[in-house]
């Protein structure tokens, strides 16, 4: 039996009479027969197979259950137990038709990082589907219900959750059953079964121990359709000799899917060479990437090998390479096209067998266009461009990086923290990391330094090394009251009422805070969700 009902979601959803469009939490929705269901997923096993279809539904439905917990936190309550919230996630499947939802255990602590979930899943419309179109099965059918649960709990818990089926009504049982624990809690065999990621969960567990990583690389850690966009591309040319050019914001984690083409290549034994182009004076670069030899000008006291020459065999990730000057493009070309190049004041030519991974956050196009760097060598470069994505176009992988990044510095700086606050995860997952994976990484690892030893990692602890003036409470003293008091006042006078007031509050909030809207939400003393909720209501209400 549930506690809640789902009429509960009702101030949110949208029904489609109007426009043709239905919407849930602002988000359009689509109302379609379960037999269509059934029959999509039957052409996607026949299609595919059952295992790339159960990866992909797994992964799509791990993706909606980020975002089921998005709107989900907005009728949470933050007096109540994390059961009692956690409870709501019911909800969405009856809304959504495609369960009923029996929780037989719930042992869920957000703060201490316990997560033990147990439920019954009755009429699961995926179990229905698939005895319809393939009769009873003997393996678990229902990777909808089990994707969803992963995501939605993930996102709950801002750490990796997975469910397990572990019985389902596809295979003769009175109802499906489902566990759901922490993902380091289950062996990494079920893991990526119940996730169906195959070899990138097991990279994520291994990885690291395989080889040691620059300072500041991630592993590849992923779940998201626009990360496996990604990873397809890589399987696809790591094995070739082709050039890649990888290109995305700062942060994205470039030289990380750079060493993943080269470990995928049949060169993974040999050197992998990084260079950050940008890093390196202009005066230096030609004789850092191809060599000097003795005597080539003063200060060459020695012959030393360029950095193409020590990847030889292997892979060499030139990043920021817009920022290469022309002479050294120039040399690049003709190392690319015919594989040889001078060690500079020499006259001897050396082939090279190097395959080269160029990154890039500048429009090259652009820069191709401005003059500034050689239209031969963008061409060459773009054979095969991968985009790697921002973080905020792959949300659904917070959760796992959050795991990953918070159980590497614990390690790091010895410290264990006993997990998060209902506050920090919902900064976790609705922060718009406009330096991406890498900032993840780095507001994790402070928040890990600073928490206490057994201690959940507090909403504070993200920010710590911000604007100290935020971290105060919106009023704090006598004069504020008394301020807040008299503001009051002038504004019954003016036939204000409350929700006028606190429309100017945010105003003026967001303003101060230079349209930064975490900081903003800081100086109210609320979470960033909470707020862009706020502002979009006063927005909607006050016509903008
Ligand atoms: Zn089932």
């Known amino acids: 039996m549930t506690m809640f009902n789902a009429s509960a979601l009702t101030p949110y959803f949208q029904p489609g009479t109007q426009g043709g469009q239905m919407r849930l939490d602002g988000q359009r929705m689509m109302l379609f027969y379960a037999s269509a269901f059934t029959e999509y997923r039957r052409g996607l096993i026949d299609l595919c197979g059952s295992k790339a279809t ?21 009728l949470h309550k933050a007096d109540e137990s994390d059961v009692y919230n956690y409870r709501l996630s019911a909800l969405i499947h009856e809304l959504a038709g495609y369960a009923l939802l029996d929780f037989k255990q719930m042992k869920i602590d957000i703060r201490r990082g316990i997560f033990e979930v147990d439920l019954t899943l009755k009429d699961s419309v995926e179990a229905e589907s698939h005895l319809a179109a393939y009769g009873s099965s003997s393996e678990s059918v229902c990777w909808l219900l089990m994707g969803y649960l992963s995501g939605y709990s993930s996102a709950f818990m801002g750490r990796m959750v997975v469910f397990r089926e572990h019985q389902c009504s596809a295979s003769g049982h009175a109802t499906c059953r489902m566990v759901g624990r922490l993902a380091d809690q289950w062996n990494e065999a079920e893991r990526q079964h119940a996730m169906a990621t195959g070899p990138l969960i097991s990279q994520l567990s291994l990885g690291q121990a395989e080889e040691p990583l620059a300072a500041g690389a991630n592993e590849i850690v992923g779940v998201s359709s626009a990360f496996h966009s990604v990873l397809y591309l890589v399987d696809k040319v790591a094995s070739t000799r ?7 914001e700062t942060g994205v984690g470039k030289e990380v899917i ?69 002479a050294s493009q120039g040399k690049l070309l003709r190392v690319l ?73 614990c390690k790091t700086h010895d410290k264990q923290p006993s997990g998060f606050t209902q506050d920090a995860v919902a900064i976790l997952m609705a922060h718009p990391y406009p330096g991406n994976v890498r900032q993840l990484e780095h507001m994790v ?4 330094i600073l928490a206490d030893h057994d201690r959940p990692i507090d909403s504070f602890h993200l920010y710590a090394f911000e604007d100290e003036r935020h971290a105060k409470p919106a009023v704090n003293s006598v004069s504020d009251v008394t301020d807040l008091d008299s503001i009051l006042r002038g504004a019954r006078e003016k036939g204000l009422g409350l929700q006028a007031l606190e429309n100017e509050a945010l105003r003026i909030a967001v303003s101060d805070a230079q349209g930064n809207i975490s900081q903003a939400a800081r100086s109210l003393g609320l979470t960033r969700r909470q707020l862009a909720y706020k502002l979009k209501q006063a927005s909607l209400a006050g016509g903008g």
């Open 54 to 74: 159960r990866s992909l539904i797994t992964r799509v439905a791990y993706a909606e259950g980020v975002k089921g917990a998005d709107l989900l936190r907005k």
């Open 242 to 248: 082709s050039t890649v050019l990888l290109y995305g």
């Open 337 to 409: 096209q015919e594989g040889e190049l001078e060690r500079i004041g020499d006259q001897r030519t050396r082939k090279v067998n190097v395959r080269v991974i160029a990154a890039t956050n500048a429009d090259l196009r652009n820069e191709v266009r401005e003059g500034r760097f050689r239209e031969d060598l963008f061409f060459r470069l773009t054979t095969f461009p991968i985009r790697v994505p921002p973080l905020r176009e792959r949300r659904a992988d917070v959760p796992l990086l959050v795991d990953f990044f918070f159980k590497r510095f």
């Open 258 to 326: 750079g060493r993943l083409v080269h470990r995928r290549s049949d060169r993974s034994e040999k050197p992998f060479v990084a260079v950050n182009c940008a890093a390196i004076p202009a005066s230096l670069i030609e004789s850092e990437l191809f060599g000097v030899e003795r005597g080539a000008y003063s200060g060459a006291t020695h012959s030393r090998p360029g950095r193409f020459e020590r990847a030889e065999g292997g892979t060499l990730f030139l990043d920021e390479i817009g920022t290469l000057d022309f």
């Open 445 to 448: 690892e402070r928040a890990v």
